[in-house]
């Protein structure tokens, strides 16, 4: 199965458990402790699973690998560096102690 799937078959199951719970509090009443930490548990968990499914959102529309560059193997311009110092060494005529 997909993660798709998967994570709707989890919905599914989320959605069954939310209306058992609402039976019970009709059956038990909603003011127990032990009811409202169900029903909280309950609400903790779509809440998680919406957060899966955001996750799971990015990570596919996210590129698997990155794009490559081709850097090529001849040497740079050396104009590029006239005006910079050689980082730790000094300037260009200036030596490093």
Not at 14 to 40: C, F, N, P, Y
Not at 42 to 62: G, I, M, P
Request: aromatic letters at 2%; proline letters at 5%; one cysteine or more.
């Amino acid at each position: 199965m997909s993660v798709h799937d998967e994570l709707t078959s989890l919905q599914r199951c989320l959605d069954d458990l939310q209306r058992s719970v609402g039976r019970l509090e009709k059956h038990i009443g909603g003011g127990a402790l032990d009811m409202r930490r169900v029903r909280t548990d309950a609400d903790h968990l779509r809440e998680s699973v919406a957060l899966l499914r955001e996750a799971a959102a990015r990570t596919a529309a996210a590129p698997r690998r990155p794009e490559l560059v081709t850097i090529p193997d001849t040497p740079y311009d050396d104009s590029l560096w006239i005006d910079t110092d050689d980082e730790g060494l000094g300037g260009r005529d200036r030596h490093a102690p």
